[in-house]
């Protein structure tokens, strides 16, 4: 399975931008035909999916993020990257990386994704 690690997360106040990282190791990275994604999760709240991007170029993102965040791959970095724009409160969580090897389609549901970081804290202050 491959193992995920992300980073750039931090504080920020409204109105603000962070650029998060996922660099993909072992098992190939995440090599071809695969699924990334981006789960937030706020304090005593379930993971929530805010976008993924698959392989082949197809983006998703939620509608509260549309037009703040923008997805992205460096394949030969192996990293998925999360730009977060115009942050606010609501955007506190701590986001994990998701992955799907192997896999011509992606989901919005966390229970989807084998494989998972260790999460990075994004606390943005009004």
């Known amino acids: 399975q491959v193992q995920l690690n992300e980073s750039g997360g931090g504080s920020a106040q409204s109105g603000g931008s962070l650029r998060l990282s996922c660099v993909a190791s072992?098992?190939?990275?995440?090599?071809?035909?695969?699924?990334m994604a981006w789960f937030p999760q706020g304090s005593g709240k379930e993971r929530e999916f805010v976008s993924y991007?698959?392989?082949?170029?197809?983006?998703r993102y939620a509608d509260s993020v549309n037009g703040r965040f923008t997805i992205s791959q460096d394949k030969d970095k192996n990293t998925l990257y999360l730009d977060m724009n115009d942050v606010t409160p609501d955007d506190t969580g701590t986001y994990y990386c998701?992955?799907?090897?192997?896999?011509?389609?992606?989901?919005?549901?966390?229970?989807?994704?084998?494989?998972w970081g260790q999460g990075t804290q994004v606390t943005v202050s009004s």
């Open positions: 991007s698959l392989s082949d170029g197809v983006i």
């Open positions: 998701a992955a799907r090897e192997i896999s011509h389609s992606c989901s919005r549901m966390s229970s989807w994704y084998p494989s």
């Open positions: 072992g098992s190939g990275g995440t090599g071809d035909r695969h699924c």
